[in-house]
């Protein structure tokens, strides 16, 4: 009698051990089980993508002395967790920026700067047109990161395009510039547009010198998204 009580005393031990265990384990797992990390977290950069013609691809300079990099150095002097991506390519117009786009925004944007419709306007293309395209751009962001902060930066035409068209012109811009959740720079090329020494030969494309005054233009409206 006395041996059976003895092994129903063990059987009762092993079942608790057993429960023990069990409980443990549960907890174990539970414990193993990880909150989805945000990119702060993660460590990973968020991503400023510049996308424009050859004002932004920093036409006949070194990559380095675009504009865009410029900020970069700017963003990393303040210890900012941003990754300037330039996407510029020379020559153009809002039409092949829209064909691109996609490929473009296929790897993630938190900022968009957009820099197109200097090609269109000295082409004289139909400005119903270059706006339809603008606006499909910033469509096409939102759509794709609805939480992405998008920065318009606006152009002028040359007045030999005639005062109708260069109004028509301005016109435009403001109304993208006016859209809501849009951040809006009027001029990309104030203070170095016109003025020789900051511009190539061809009168058109910022220098080196040109470029760092870009980066403090852009920068006034780009430091608050950031």
């Known amino acids: 009698m006395r041996s059976k009580y003895i092994e129903l005393k063990i059987l009762l031990h092993f079942i608790l051990f057993l429960s023990f265990i069990g409980c443990n384990s549960a907890t174990e797992k539970e414990d193993l089980v990880e ?34 990099n410029i900020i970069q150095a700017k963003i990393d002097s303040l210890n900012l967790n941003f990754e300037c991506i330039n996407a510029g390519n020379s020559g153009e117009t809002t039409a092949g920026g ?36 603008l606006n499909a751009m910033v469509d096409r962001v939102f759509a794709s990161y609805p939480d992405c902060k998008v920065l318009v930066c606006g152009m002028k035409v040359p007045p030999s395009m005639g005062d109708a068209y260069a109004m028509q012109y301005d016109e435009m811009f403001a109304r993208i510039g006016s859209r809501k959740a849009i951040v809006f720079l009027p001029f990309i ?26 980066a403090e233009t852009v920068w006034l409206k780009l430091n608050p998204l950031l």
């Open 35 to 68: 909150e989805p990390q945000s990119k702060t977290e993660l460590n990973e950069k968020q991503k400023i993508i510049f996308f424009g013609n050859s004002i932004t691809a920093a036409y006949q300079l070194d990559p380095k002395d675009a504009f865009s």
């Open 98 to 133: 829209l064909n691109r786009l996609d490929w473009v925004l296929k790897n993630g944007c938190d900022v968009f700067v957009l820099e197109l419709g200097a090609n269109d306007g000295l082409r004289g293309l139909p400005l119903e047109n270059t706006e339809q395209n």
């Open 189 to 214: 090329l104030e203070g170095v547009a016109g003025i020789p020494e900051l511009n190539l030969a061809d009168g058109i494309h910022p220098t080196v010198e040109g470029h760092k005054i870009l």
